[in-house]
């Protein structure tokens, strides 16, 4: 007919392949602990890398990320005014008051967790330290719309009216970054549907039980527009304000969102 049915879901996983997941999920929460432990001034992003590969590879799993699409690190690692996709390098070295975001994907027994945080080296400045709060907070308010019987965008709403919560919450402006968001994710890392962090509710395919999604704010001190380096890959902030990003994969259950990349 050619018109979009309202039936349309977001596919389900089964029990036990919610159980595969977190299992992915773990490592890359172990990862993640193992990269911030590690993280100091004076380390450099490719250091970091390395880290995280060892712990994921040390699990039986495989770094997501790597190769992904020609993506050569094991992590994004993003400096201050990156946004996402910064590559780890040598060249990269980490200087007190520095926020890094660190996002990581590990594929184990076939299926795929991605989970990301962001942190401070040493003591960051005030505001610097209220953005990365909030988008925790962003995060973990968002995902509560993760209910079987919500549509895609009942989560992109809650996650827009949880950031202008947050802006009085802890005294801070956030812009919320255009045009990145979350997505469907399963034995592959990307799938469908995108998933915007802000927008009107009640659109898109139906949440059900065993729905999953990678949901991931993307908050600046500034603007909400970014550029594309020449690398291809490394998003940066228009205007240079620094930018925080948290992320978690979380499934639609019965008894509520249950997240699949815990750090343990």
Not at 76 to 84: F, L, P
Not at 138 to 152: D, F, I, Q, T, Y
Request: with cysteine; hydrophobic share 40%.
């Amino acid at each position: 007919m050619g018109f979009r049915s309202k039936r349309r879901t977001i596919p389900a996983k089964t029990p036990g392949e919610l159980d595969a997941m977190q299992a992915a999920g773990e490592i890359v929460g172990r990862a993640l602990q193992a990269v911030k432990a590690a993280a100091g001034p004076g380390v450099s992003t490719l250091e970091l890398d390395a880290v995280a590969e060892a712990t994921i590879r040390d699990a039986g799993a495989v770094p997501t990320f790597l190769g992904y699409q020609g993506f050569p690190g094991s992590i994004c690692a993003s400096v201050n005014d990156v946004i996402v996709h910064g590559i780890p390098d040598a060249e990269t070295v980490l200087h007190d008051g520095d926020l890094i975001s660190i996002d990581c994907g590990a594929t184990f027994e076939g299926w795929v967790g991605d989970s990301a945080w962001s942190f401070g080296i040493g003591e960051v400045s005030d505001d610097v330290d209220r953005l990365n709060r909030a988008t925790e907070w962003v995060l973990m308010e968002g995902l509560k719309a993760m209910v079987p019987g919500n549509r895609l965008t009942d989560v992109s709403h809650a996650l827009e009216l949880a950031t202008r919560a947050a802006e009085k919450q802890f005294g801070v402006a956030l812009g919320i970054v255009d045009g990145y968001g979350g997505h469907g994710i399963g034995q592959t890392m990307h799938e469908e549907p995108y998933l915007a962090n802000e927008g009107k509710g009640g659109r898109g395919p139906l949440i059900q039980e065993g729905s999953v999604l990678a949901i991931e704010p993307m908050l600046s001190l500034g603007t909400t527009d970014s550029a594309v380096l020449d690398d291809d890959w490394t998003v940066v902030t228009l205007d240079g304000s620094v930018a925080a990003h948290w992320e978690h994969t979380v499934a639609a259950t019965d008894r509520g969102p249950r997240i699949l990349t815990p750090r343990k």
